[in-house]
């Protein structure tokens, strides 16, 4: 079974491009700034302590789903690791729910399609196989082997993951879908920490990436540093160039939030500066090592102007109460 008129979103961000394709495929089509922005995607910066390729995914998904609801669509997801307790059985409940899905003409969200280390769709079925939708086949599936995901190379990063559209609302209320993604912007920037340290938002995650680059007395971790912070930069190069977009069209909606232009120009000076770090380590990051305090000073800047653009953000909320 093959599902037809399906296309991944195309978009650095690959989970907002998969799920662009499943609302689309849906019947709700977003244009994928606004999808970011109103997601919450364009706000997000989440690193681990080795700044890896994977940091982008290692969401908290009790804030994704509550905010893609504001959407008018309910998704369920299910999701195990290798090293997780009865990790065989949530694998196996996993590809029951994407034939379910699939079966219900509906496409599948899942992780690490195709060794991809990225978010995808599943788009067809055929007994052991899955035809799979990624960054790199976004229109035409190629097909895949369950018995070979996630790959066991991919152990240290990967999960059996799936996300699938349980119901979608003829419409949603956007104003309040908006108004929460202003919110979360705000507390994403000041959010603490991980439990255990691990993961790093908004603020402290800049802070941390900075001062990481910032000691040259101190090798990077790994023997390719410049995968992993490449690959980062432009993650966050696209988010925030969405992020100053959304603000924007924000700003020209709600013209009673009067900081929202002042915000929408702050992070316009983010991306300014998340561009030149780009330049300077355009992926797979070779030579990164010679640009570290470059780049560091490039996040400084670009940490300057989002403290300012979320300051203003924080006022825009006053008036859209």
């Given at each position: 079974?093959?599902?037809?008129?399906?296309?991944?979103m195309?978009?650095?961000?690959?989970?907002?491009?998969?799920?662009?394709?499943?609302?689309?495929?849906?019947?709700?089509?977003?244009?994928?700034?606004?999808?970011?922005?109103?997601?919450?995607?364009?706000?997000r910066?989440?690193?681990?302590?080795?700044?890896?390729?994977?940091?982008?995914?290692?969401?908290?998904?009790?804030?994704?789903?509550?905010?893609?609801?504001?959407?008018g669509?309910w998704?369920?997801?299910?999701?195990?690791?290798p090293?997780?307790?009865?990790?065989?059985?949530?694998?196996a409940?996993?590809?029951?729910?994407v034939?379910?899905?699939?079966?219900?003409?509906?496409?599948?969200?899942?992780?690490?399609?195709?060794?991809?280390?990225?978010?995808?769709?599943?788009?067809?079925?055929?007994?052991?196989?899955?035809?799979c939708?990624t960054?790199?086949?976004?229109?035409?599936?190629?097909?895949?082997?369950?018995?070979?995901?996630?790959?066991?190379?991919?152990?240290?990063?990967?999960?059996?993951?799936?996300?699938?559209?349980?119901?979608?609302?003829?419409?949603?209320?956007?104003?309040a879908?908006?108004?929460a993604?202003?919110?979360?912007?705000?507390?994403?920037?000041?959010?603490?920490?991980?439990?255990?340290?691990?993961l790093?938002?908004?603020?402290?995650?800049?802070?941390?990436?900075?001062?990481?680059?910032?000691?040259?007395?101190?090798?990077?971790?790994?023997?390719?540093?410049?995968?992993?912070?490449?690959?980062?930069?432009?993650?966050?190069?696209?988010?925030?160039?969405?992020?100053?977009?959304?603000?924007?069209?924000?700003?020209?909606?709600?013209?009673?939030?009067?900081?929202?232009?002042?915000?929408?120009?702050?992070?316009?000076?983010?991306?300014?500066?998340?561009?030149?770090?780009?330049?300077?380590?355009?992926?797979?990051?070779?030579?990164?090592?010679?640009?570290?305090?470059?780049?560091?000073?490039?996040?400084?800047?670009a940490?300057?102007?989002?403290?300012?653009?979320?300051?203003?953000?924080?006022?825009?909320?006053?008036?859209?109460?």
């Open positions: 079974m093959l599902l037809n008129d399906v296309a991944l195309e978009h650095r961000v690959t989970l907002a491009g998969a799920l662009g394709g499943l609302l689309t495929h849906a019947g709700r089509r977003l244009e994928p700034t606004y999808l970011m922005g109103v997601s919450g995607h364009a706000f910066l989440t690193l681990d302590l080795v700044v890896s390729p994977s940091a982008p995914t290692e969401l908290n998904f009790h804030e994704v789903i509550p905010l893609w609801e504001r959407l669509c998704l369920k997801r299910v999701a195990a690791r090293v997780d307790p009865g990790y065989s059985e949530v694998r409940e996993v590809i029951e729910r034939a379910r899905s699939v079966e219900d003409g509906r496409p599948a969200v899942v992780y690490d399609l195709l060794g991809s280390g990225e978010y995808g769709l599943v788009v067809g079925i055929d007994g052991d196989r899955w035809a939708l960054q790199s086949y976004p229109v035409e599936p190629r097909w895949m082997d369950v018995a070979d995901w996630p790959p066991a190379e991919h152990a240290a990063f990967t999960r059996a993951e799936v996300i699938t559209l349980l119901d979608i609302a003829p419409d949603f209320d956007r104003r879908a908006e108004v993604s202003l919110r979360f912007a705000v507390d994403h920037f000041w959010a603490p920490p991980s439990r255990d340290m691990w790093q938002h908004g603020r402290q995650a800049y802070q941390f990436w900075r001062t990481t680059l910032a000691t040259t007395s101190l090798p990077l971790h790994g023997p390719e540093p410049g995968r992993g912070h490449s690959y980062n930069l432009a993650v966050l190069h696209a988010a925030r160039s969405d992020a100053a977009a959304y603000l924007e069209q924000l700003a020209a909606r709600y013209p009673e939030a009067d900081t929202l232009p002042r915000a929408a120009e702050a992070y316009r000076r983010v991306v300014e500066a998340l561009a030149e770090a780009v330049s300077l380590a355009p992926y797979p990051g070779a030579g990164l090592v010679e640009r570290r305090a470059a780049l560091a000073a490039c996040l400084e800047r940490l300057a102007a989002e403290t300012q653009g979320v300051e203003a953000i924080e006022r825009a909320l006053r008036a859209l109460r």
